[in-house]
């Protein structure tokens, strides 16, 4: 079992809806959890932390976490062209970062 | 603040090869972490550096890659011989500490072993 899976890609929405993004992790012990957006041919850059369950909202991003279920989830609203990318969930353990595949969103116009 | 250097961007090698990769974090910060990011997968951390300590390197394949924090600011990652499997990209990340949240990563080094 992987340490951290994602809902498999692409993931493909017009402009303006919302994209919903899933990942489950196995180590029941986690303690903090994050969503990285990466653009194609770049490195990853941190856009959401969430560490207690319930809702965290950032501007038109919304992390989800349910520690029970060991889910966590992202919303993005408004989805905008610049929103397409590859959104990486990963999990900490302790000082150990694990990331899963991630899951290519393409914002259609 | 100047962010993660990395050199080179791009490297092309034969397979049993050596390679080199440098990275020099950012100024202050004391973590300094080396993932490897297969084509379609998420990063995976090969080792970790608390100054020029050795956190966690439970993931290095040790027969063929090694790593060095001298002085607990640049950072080299070597592979020795080189093996088709090992194209990807290197990316190095800092932090302030272990137990600081973000991690800041820097452009990354693309390796292709033919």
């Known amino acids: 079992q992987k340490e951290v899976e994602q809902n498999s890609g692409p993931l493909s929405v017009p402009e303006g809806a919302i994209a919903s993004l899933n990942c489950t992790y196995s180590?029941?012990?986690?303690?903090?959890f994050f969503w990285y957006r990466q653009y194609s041919g770049k490195s990853p850059e941190l856009i959401m932390s969430?560490?207690?369950?319930g809702d965290k909202e950032d501007g038109r991003f919304t992390a989800q976490l349910n520690k029970a279920s060991q889910y966590v989830s992202l919303l993005i609203r408004d989805s905008q062209p610049s929103d397409s990318a590859t959104y990486l969930c990963?999990?900490?353990?302790?000082?150990?970062?694990?990331f899963g595949a991630g899951t290519t969103v393409t914002v259609r116009a | 603040e100047a962010g993660v250097a990395q050199s080179p961007r791009y490297k092309i090698i034969e397979k049993r090869q050596s390679v080199a990769f440098w990275c020099n974090p950012i100024?202050?910060?004391?973590?300094l972490y080396w993932y490897q990011q297969i084509l379609g997968q998420g990063p995976k951390l090969l080792i970790q550096?608390?100054?020029?300590?050795?956190?966690?390197d439970s993931q290095l394949p040790k027969d063929r890659f090694s790593a060095e924090r001298l002085k607990g600011v640049d950072s080299t990652l070597k592979i020795q011989p080189a093996k088709l499997e090992d194209s990807a990209v290197y990316l190095c990340?800092?932090?302030?500490?272990?137990?600081?949240?973000?991690?800041?990563f820097g452009p990354g080094t693309r390796l292709l072993v033919l």
């Open positions: 180590d029941r012990g986690s303690q903090s």
């Open positions: 969430i560490y207690s369950n």
């Open positions: 990963a999990v900490r353990n302790d000082y150990k970062l694990s």
């Open positions: 990340a800092s932090s302030l500490v272990v137990a600081e949240e973000t991690q800041y």
């Open positions: 100024s202050g910060h004391a973590t």
């Open positions: 550096f608390q100054n020029n300590g050795v956190v966690d």
